[in-house]
């Protein structure tokens, strides 16, 4: 599993015009089941990615197709994960 933290490189304001497009490329990113869960910071300086690929190569290439890094407003740091210890309800993380 990887964490992908993104960061806004320009104020939010100059970030929404890309924000439908991005949220798009999300919803995408769901259906190929890449992501596992997304949502923003709070405050509003980026947001978090779980995921899932077979590789950080294969990932990176995903992140990289991203409205918000195409148009130069974000930037992504992203950590591999390998949960072994969970809580209730989440055995399903294990592995992945």
Known sequence: MFIVSLEYVVDPDTVEP??????AWVREGFERGVFIA?????????GIILARATSRERLT???NDDPFIVAGVAQYHVEEFLPTTVGNG??????I
């Open 18 to 23: 890309y924000r439908m497009a991005h949220m």
């Open 38 to 46: 997304s949502g923003r910071k709070s405050p509003p300086s980026g």
């Open 61 to 63: 290439a995903w992140l």
């Open 90 to 95: 989440f055995e399903m993380l294990k592995g």
